[in-house]
């Protein structure tokens, strides 16, 4: 009987870990949300009106260099007010840690090489961050991440098979609808949850 109440007390811990970690890194998913669609849009400009490709590299590179200032100050924070990392915690930011250095990898290899051609760029993202939501989907459950997996899959579906400028935007949309709007849902939940009760 006491294995039995440790265990349920156990997976009770692992559940509140992992709420707690999806309110801790809303922040991060409203960050790299917002930098990729400010990037996206830069890039879409960039073609259109024909600027010279460095323009577009140093956009990117400032845009990525702000974002992970940002999000090393906001870790180290946590890091300091956090006495144990949570085991849920640990998971999901091991998941993304690997989507990211995937991304990393694909996006600015495979762009300086030529071995991705850039109208797969987009499609190959939606791809990766498709599977970052669905391996989330088993700790996290107040988001649908599964269904969210899905449309990053079916998206990136449609965008490799049928390339085009319009991948750009359709990927900043889709950055917008499955990223940065659930990630201020939570953010919002977050702090609503931390306000003290009225009295």
Do not use: C
């Amino acid at each position: 009987m006491k294995n039995d109440a440790d265990e349920l007390a156990a997976i009770r811990r692992l559940m509140t870990d992992a709420q707690r970690s999806i309110e801790d890194d809303g922040r991060h998913f409203l960050l790299w949300g917002l930098v990729t669609i400010i990037g996206l849009v830069a890039t879409w400009v960039a073609i259109r009106w024909r600027l010279p490709a460095h323009w577009l590299w140093l956009t990117w590179a400032g845009l990525i260099a702000a974002g992970s200032v940002l999000a090393l100050r906001w870790a180290r924070r946590g890091r300091a007010r956090a006495a144990v990392r949570s085991i849920a915690g640990s998971l999901v930011a091991d998941i993304w840690a690997g989507v990211s250095i995937g991304l990393g990898i694909l996006v600015f290899a495979g762009a300086a090489s030529g071995s991705i051609a850039p109208a797969a760029t987009s499609g190959v993202v939606a791809a990766l961050l498709g599977v970052g939501a669905f391996a989330s989907s088993s700790v996290y459950r107040q988001l649908p991440l599964r269904a969210m997996a899905l449309v990053w899959w079916a998206g990136a579906a449609v965008m490799l098979l049928w390339p085009g400028m319009y991948t750009i935007l359709l990927m900043a949309a889709l950055v917008l609808a499955l990223l940065v709007a659930p990630a201020a849902v939570l953010r919002a939940r977050a702090r609503d949850a931390a306000r003290p009760e009225p009295t």
